[in-house]
């Protein structure tokens, strides 16, 4: 067999087995999303075609619409997310900046403290976080979820962030020092907008957790007015499981925001990854 | 660095407070212990009280042996303690081999389609357990019938059966939808790790004829040896305190039979409550404080004992 036919063939093998498991990947998704254009009939008797001029049908999301206050879980869970990952961001940027510029004692002893979140899951505190939240008033409000949520995503902000920071030239800032500058002006004028790459790979990080939780909604802040997306479609899905049109218009309206966001950042994200922020 | 880390005991006693280093630390620090720290301490403890008649009293490890030993509460326990071993070794079995092919696969040169691949492959990790959870349960449904007319399509239609109702398939298929769903992670990390390695040492295996299986197995694994351990600890902690697809999926009885209780489930009903059980506060707090410390001894083996003997390679 000639070098070149060989070649062919593995490419062949190798498209196969990353094609099919990529199959396997999108399928669900675009069963689901296809059929929720369907009228019941059509999802029954041809699950597996393209909605066309006798199955198409929007009786699903209508239902949706008029029985759920979708728009407002999805107001919920956009100022939950963007509150927290505002907060994270800001907060885990200051601290991983005074650990890694000043030297003071506790440096390094305060570094590891603030790790130990990365590996323990804040889960496990849940009884007292719940104890707590009665005690301050704050359940089945949003700043509790807001709250939870910073404290959960600032060990990797702090650990990831500090790397970074570590990086910038100390010519830079002693220049800025030279000049005048306060040690905040020096944070926020030199230091931050140079970090700004590894500040979009911390706030996407953040996110998809946050977006996709369901533990602390439920147990936090079930109310009505309070719900986030993932926990509206989880309760709304319970109470009309026989409704298929319903059903499947849920989960596509759920899927679509976490669809557009990550096709327009799935770069930044896979570069995130990639960039050696795990080694 | 500033100009103040100087060696001079004189400089050091005149160099005045440095508030702004408090300023930038006490945010990040107030809240982590506040919302994290405070409550992990207050769960350990509580662990060592009970409620008697309204007064919450100390009584050592007397949670622990009613959980360990008390038939009311063990049964559950030790059942959620098995389920939950099993629902993460098959993510060790699977996921992570599988994982670590398409991370292969996906970082040979000269590969056409790579961006979408990568991009498909790793979609349905950064969708909820809700979603995906329903999705599964939907295509699973024998009253929908499309897991059935598919396994028709390669004559396997007998095979089918409803695997979420039965008690003694329940649990590997929910482990399975959750490796659909995870494969993601050890993919993208494996993936980071494999490009990382310098073309010098692969293009020396060439020279030396190790290509192809035997290049991946010689030369590439070895290398992303620490990257397989950290994919696993990562695993290890995701798993045992994994909750919400098998609340979606399964109830929160996490059914049929409690077949497929996890810790996270379990958890979940003894300190909220959950139909006619009333939440209990000691006993949920025993539970998680059971959960920390097998996630801190896994944690633990991992730093002190895997990562110290896993050779690394500087390039």
Redesign the interface.
Known sequence: MSKARSSVAR?GF??L???G??L???F??F??VANSFKARAG??SA??QLPNATTFSLIGYQTVLKQGDFLGYFQNSLIVTILSIF?VL???A??A???S????RGNTM?GLY?A??I???????????L??MVATGLVNTLTALI??Y???G??LA?FILSEFMRQVS?DLK?AG?VDGL???TI?FRLVLPLVRPAMATVAVFTM?PI?????FPL?LAPSEATKTV?LG??MF?GQYVTN?NA??ST?SL??LP??IL??IF?RQ??RG????A?? | MTTIDTTDPDAVAKRPVRWHIAVFLAPAVLIYTAVMILPLIETLRLSLFNVVDNQSIFVGFDNFKVLFGDDRWSVSFWNALKNNLVFFLIHMVVQNPIGIALAALLSLPVLRLRGFYRTAIFLPTILSFVIVGFIWKLILSPIWGVAPFLMDLVWMKSFFGPWLGKPASALVTVSLVSVWQNIGIPMMLIYAALLSIPDEVIEAAECDGVTGWSQFFKIKLPLILPTIGIVSILTFVGNFNAFDLVYTMQGALAGPDGSTDILGTFLYRTFFGFQLQVGDRSMGATIATVMFLIILAGVSLYLFVIQRRIRRYQF
């Open positions: 490419s190798v498209h087995a990353l094609g498991y990529t396997l990947a999108l669900p998704i069963l689901v999802i029954f699950p597996l907060l800001l907060f885990g200051m601290a900046f005074a650990l510029e000043y030297r003071f305060m603030l130990l979140g590996m323990i899951p804040i889960r496990l505190g849940t009884v007292a976080i104890q707590g709250l939870v910073t404290a959960q600032l060990p702090v100390a002693n020092r306060s040690e905040y944070f998809i977006w996709n939780d369901l533990w147990i993932t479609a989880q899905i298929w059903v499947l989960l759920a899927i976490v669809l990550y096709l799935s994200l896979i990854i990639t960039a050696g795990v080694k």
